[in-house]
């Protein structure tokens, strides 16, 4: 296992977009899963698409709470490897929330991102993935899956003006989260 080095905006290949996976039980992929999983932990992301690693696949994985209805026991952080996927949203219903991307390292943004979505795609196995996903579920899986299509999250930002710092969002949004979390 391998940590990688991680491109950053502006790589031409986070702009291209990037192939699907014919066999993901090839050792070439899963060596790729194995260092992509070091990598995210090592720059404590939520997820990581394989063209952060230079590698132009159809491959991302994320950690989110999955819910009950997931088949899912308790709502609990799980790591979902998920190769060629699809998103289909299943809702118009749009929310606005903050995010941040390890490829664009400093900055936070204010990105809407469907709300409600089905994904589907194969495991690190081969097996079929289908699930419903909703709120940071759906939205950590719409910013990795748009990785594969070459756009990065300032792309789906709605007014620029919420490109900001991650010293002002400590600053101006993490701490007014927290005075909403207290009222
Ligand atoms: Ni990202």
Not at 146 to 157: E, F, N, S, T, V
Request: charged share 25%; aromatic share 6%.
């Amino acid at each position: 296992m391998a940590i990688l080095k991680i491109a950053k905006m502006g790589h031409p290949v986070l702009r291209q977009p990037a192939e699907a996976v014919d066999d993901p039980t090839t050792p070439e992929i899963q060596a790729l899963l194995d260092d992509m999983l070091a990598t995210m932990i090592d720059a404590e992301g939520a997820g990581l698409a394989a063209p952060q690693v230079y590698v132009p696949k159809r491959v991302v994985i994320f950690v989110a709470p999955l819910s009950k209805d997931e088949g899912i026991e308790e709502q609990e952080d799980a790591l979902t490897t998920l190769i060629n996927p699809t998103i289909e949203p299943l809702s118009d219903e749009i929310e606005l929330d903050w995010e941040g991307c390890l490829s664009v390292p400093g900055l936070h943004g204010l990105v809407p991102r469907f709300n409600h979505i089905r994904y589907s795609g194969i495991d690190q196995n081969g097996a079929p993935i289908e699930r419903e996903a909703t709120g940071f579920h759906a939205r950590v899986t719409q910013h990795e899956c748009d990785h594969l299509d070459g756009i990065l999250y300032p792309q789906r930002m709605a007014n620029l003006a919420d490109l900001i710092f991650d010293s002002e969002y400590r600053h101006y949004i993490a701490a007014q989260k927290t005075e909403e979390e207290k009222a």
